[in-house]
């Protein structure tokens, strides 16, 4: 179900019907089991990818958090309608997050508000150019196991 739907999804009113459709099975059940690998940690979200640009304006965004402070301060910030993508990173700016919003001066007001309620100064870098990656992962390959030692033999020596 993955493989086939991490590229185009349904665009319809009741799209998980439609895949149901075509894996043969309910919509129920297609549910259900996307509920089962979002509890289980494998699946974080259904939906599509903007290209920002186009919706309106976006900027990837970074604070340096006290490291007391981090929990509250990232929970403020995931109340906010325009952060998304919100990580923790080891470096001086370690809280690194996306604004998205419908023009600059949007989120130029949104970028003074965090910093007028955090007190610390924002890092902005907006993006200049966008080179465009395949966020598909083939889930059916096989996978590297590194407890299969077995040695390879690659020909001649």
Do not use: K
């Not at 301060?73 to 993508?85: D, I, K, M, Q, S």
């Amino acid at each position: 179900m993955i493989n086939q739907y991490q590229h185009n999804l349904p665009l319809c009113e009741r799209p998980y019907q439609r895949m149901a459709q075509s894996l043969g099975c309910t919509e129920d059940e297609v549910l259900a089991r996307l509920d089962q690998l979002q509890s289980h940690g494998a699946l974080s979200r259904v939906g599509p990818v903007y290209d920002h640009r186009r919706a309106g304006a976006s900027t990837l965004a970074a604070l340096a958090v006290p490291d007391t402070e981090v929990d509250a301060v990232a929970g403020w910030l995931n109340t906010l309608a325009e952060v998304n993508h919100n990580y923790l990173r080891e470096h001086h700016f370690n809280l690194w997050f996306v604004l998205t919003g419908p023009d600059r001066p949007h989120l130029d007001r949104v970028i003074a508000s965090i910093e007028a309620h955090t007190g610390l100064a924002v890092l902005d870098l907006p993006m200049e150019q966008s080179f465009r990656i395949d966020l598909g992962f083939p889930l059916d390959e096989p996978r590297f196991d590194p407890s299969d030692q077995r040695e390879v033999n690659h020909g001649p020596d």
